[in-house]
């Protein structure tokens, strides 16, 4: 039945229900009893709204029905509500009317099936096939070992908690650094594989798998050490580091993150070449008899929709303009919120006369432990990654001439779609020439295949 057709207002008498500390057993509200009140119900994002109302307009009682709210049917015709330490029990004129009621219930607080981001980004039949890439990736997996077995002291005999554990790679080498215990959290399919892993290598009374979001799953004791690899393309894509900062309510006083912080480094580029052949791609679309019809009317709309794509590859450092700047975030310290729009004003000093072609971005991240700072770098100069580098076009090439400033600011705007929306604003302050773009980093171009 379509919802729009049910009753949603009716009447009902409210009892009010407290426990009696002094008698232990339950008290019912005397001046609650036997009133008649108007019940509206309507639909909202979070749940399901009740709202009681007196005959004179007056609102008795608001609140909030989600799929985790307690609650349950009493006897025929009526349903009991708890919150907190109080309870309501709302009683119907009619079995029909509480029929329609547990309806509205139903169909609006019905959970919605959620999927991780590494549910949305791969098919779980390939699932080992992802992990083996990152697996395969040597520095990456070298440098996290590195990191936790050189900083020993600060593994041994602790708890730690492994965020987006995959596989449990990271778990493993918590367990060989001395950790007493280590909770592996994963909210993919993927978790089943860890726990198999976990078996195979006699690690059960070490590694606890569980399965389930870092921001929904309860840990039975507080942590010493977080550990997690979360980190997309450009440091940010997919949003992981924000499950990764919700961590730290189970992080004890003093506790330890690796990776501790991050720079973000930004910095201009020229390259012709790459220029026009991300413009060439949408050629197809100036074609003016393709069987018979004209595609040059959509011929802007296809350069406008390809220059938003951030290239993923890797390139010649030589290539870039003036000296990096960049961006950090301590995640000792930053929270969730910062995460969802970052601002990154620039100034460069250009180091030769030329086009500028767009911005090149990098990052490096830092395992900060109390014996010995280990670097993971991306950078164009150290040994390539599977995180490669990105890269962002204007949509215009700026002319500069060595000793000229580039300014301007960058805007990550963190989007639904677990990425980011890129905003670059540039102008060179001699000339006065302004460029920018617009770009989708959940939607790169990968360049390096």
């Not at 069987?291 to 030589?318: C, M, R, Y």
Request: charged share 20%; glycine share 6%.
């Amino acid at each position: 039945m379509d919802t729009s057709e049910e009753k949603t207002c009716f009447c009902v008498r409210v009892f009010g229900l407290s426990e009696d500390s002094l008698q232990g057993g339950i008290q019912v509200t005397q001046d609650e009893q036997h009133r008649e009140l108007l019940l509206q119900v309507s639909q909202e994002e979070r749940g399901v709204s009740l709202l009681l109302v007196e005959d004179n307009r007056t609102c008795v009682l608001k609140m909030t029905i989600t799929s985790e709210t307690d609650s349950c049917r009493v006897g025929a015709q009526s349903f009991l509500l708890s919150r907190g330490n109080t309870s309501s029990v709302l009683c119907f004129r009619t079995c029909s009317e509480f029929q329609a009621f547990q309806r509205l219930l139903s169909q609006w607080t019905e959970p919605r099936v959620e999927h991780c981001v590494f549910d949305q980004r791969t098919e779980g039949s390939s699932a080992l096939q992802y992990f083996q890439n990152m697996l395969q990736d040597y520095l990456r997996t070298a440098t996290y070992q590195k990191a936790i077995l050189l900083n020993e002291a600060d593994f041994k005999d602790k708890i730690v908690l492994d965020v987006g554990c995959g596989t449990g790679i990271l778990s493993f080498f918590a367990v060989q650094a001395g950790a007493k215990r280590v909770y592996a959290v994963e909210a993919s399919a993927v978790a089943k594989h860890a726990e198999v892993l976990v078996k195979s290598n006699d690690l059960s009374d070490k590694i606890i798998v569980l399965a389930g979001k870092v921001e929904e799953v309860t840990l039975p004791e507080q942590v010493d050490v977080i550990i997690s690899e979360p980190i997309g393309y450009m440091l940010l894509n997919e949003r992981m580091l924000e499950s990764y900062l919700h961590a730290k309510k189970w992080l004890r006083h003093k506790g330890m993150m690796f990776p501790t912080s991050s720079d973000i480094h930004l910095a201009p580029f020229t390259d012709e070449q790459l220029y026009m052949e991300h413009y060439v791609r949408s050629g197809f679309w100036q074609q003016t008899c393709f069987h018979g019809v004209n595609l040059s009317g959509l011929h802007s709309s296809a350069v406008d929709e390809f220059f938003k794509q951030p290239i993923v590859d890797t390139f010649d450092w030589q290539i870039l303009m003036a000296r990096s700047t960049k961006h950090t975030i301590n995640f000792l310290e930053a929270k969730e919120e910062d995460l969802h729009r970052l601002e990154i004003p620039f100034v460069f000093k250009l180091s030769q006369t030329g086009l500028i072609h767009g911005l090149a971005f990098w990052f490096d991240v830092a395992f900060v432990g109390s014996r010995m700072t280990v670097w993971l770098s991306t950078a164009p100069n150290q040994p390539l990654t599977h995180w490669y580098q990105v890269r962002c076009l204007l949509q215009t090439p700026l002319f500069a001439k060595m000793g000229q400033t580039l300014s301007g600011k960058v805007q990550l705007i963190a989007n639904k779609r677990q990425s980011y929306d890129i905003h670059i604003n540039a102008v060179i302050d001699q000339s006065g020439f302004k460029s920018g773009n617009t770009l989708d980093l959940k939607n790169p171009f990968f360049r390096y295949a």
